[in-house]
């Protein structure tokens, strides 16, 4: 069976690219996101999809009839669920569009499956509660995850909602349960490490720079053969703590060296700089970034879009490698 696509807050199309992963037979039939820059970058991998730059309370019930769709893929704005973003839930702006779908989803009888993703936090909010009861209202079995991908190999830590939903489900033979599933059933085995991913020669355009280096002991320092790493949030590079992991060729040893070093000094100054200057930390590229959440080696960036962009568009994107196992869950 083929199935149509509508892939909405579709961003850099990441959703896309899992569904290409997952080797399900289909076609996006519509991408809809407000944000122009993912837009280009979107187009720029995919040239030939229909993608349109519009909010997406603007897309009618006719308009999703008349694509003939059976699947919703989708990646609500996050920043109502989270701490930073002050978890203002269902009173954030920014749910609008999102209520705007849970209310005329009893009006699209076309969509049999959807698959929803959000950060960590959605599953205590009022929002889900007013998401999970439509899906029922409607007739959807679904199951709620919580995910990272290190459960299935990948050396980074990106814990995400998900929530897959099927309609008129008698022959699915997936076993759902009431509570949230944390672990995939396929066993991945060890994660790999950050070899892989690694790029030759980076320019020292990407060492941190020293006023960062002022809060070294805060950074979180991966190696050639870490087998983990912090998720990288679209404030990479311009915060210290918290937004993602830094790379060193250097030994643990040296840079236990280095700490005993700087503990020597008065932190922040310039001695205490020089300590960590001499481990060359440096930021992950995109193209690593990419790699980590598991997009293609095929897909690119323009090189109209700065670095910036390409991070903050990445802190707001999808692990694909998750997206296209639980798709192919929801597909049995």
């Known amino acids: 069976?083929?199935?149509?696509?509508?892939?909405l807050y579709s961003g850099i199309g990441g959703m896309h690219c899992a569904w290409n992963e997952s080797g399900l037979n289909g076609e996006i039939a519509l991408a809809v996101d407000i944000n122009t820059v993912a837009n280009a970058v979107y187009l720029h991998n995919f040239p030939k999809t229909n993608l349109e730059c519009r909010n997406i309370q603007s897309v009618t019930v006719n308009q999703i009839k008349k694509l003939n769709v059976d699947t919703i893929l989708m990646s609500p704005p996050c920043q109502p669920f989270t701490r930073n973003g002050k978890y203002l839930d269902e009173n954030d702006p920014r749910t609008n569009s999102f209520l705007y779908l849970i209310e005329i989803?009893?009006?699209l009888t076309n969509i049999e499956y959807i698959l929803m993703e959000n950060v960590k936090g959605f599953?205590?909010?009022t929002v889900r509660n007013l998401y999970i009861d439509k899906l029922m209202e409607c007739n959807f079995d679904y199951q709620e995850f919580l995910i990272c991908p290190s459960t299935l190999g990948i050396p980074n830590s990106r814990l995400r909602y998900y929530c897959t939903a099927r309609r008129n489900s008698l022959t699915w033979p997936f076993k759902r349960k009431d509570e949230i599933i944390t672990n995939l059933p396929t066993d991945y085995g060890t994660a790999y490490s950050l070899e892989s991913i690694l790029e030759d020669n980076v320019s020292e355009e990407f060492l941190v720079p020293d006023k960062k280096l002022k809060c070294g002991k805060v950074l979180d320092i991966c190696y050639r053969d870490s087998k983990r790493s912090n998720c990288f949030t679209k404030a990479y590079t311009?915060?210290?703590?918290?937004?993602g992991s830094v790379y060193t060729d250097k030994s643990p040893d040296t840079v236990k060296v280095c700490y005993d070093k700087a503990n020597s000094y008065e932190i922040g100054?310039?001695?205490?700089?020089e300590a960590f200057k001499e481990l060359k930390l440096r930021y992950f590229t995109p193209r690593?970034?990419?790699m980590l959440m598991a997009f293609p080696k095929d897909y690119?960036?323009?090189?109209?879009?700065?670095r910036k962009q390409c991070y903050r568009l990445l802190g707001n994107s999808v692990n694909v490698k998750?997206?296209?196992e639980l798709l192919k869950t929801l597909f049995l």
């Open 1 to 7: 069976m083929s199935h149509r696509i509508l892939e």
């Open 105 to 107: 989803l009893h009006e």
């Open 123 to 125: 599953e205590v909010s």
């Open 238 to 243: 311009h915060y210290v703590e918290g937004m």
């Open 269 to 273: 100054s310039d001695l205490f700089i």
């Open 288 to 290: 690593e970034v990419l």
């Open 300 to 306: 690119s960036f323009p090189t109209n879009i700065t």
């Open 322 to 324: 998750v997206i296209s």
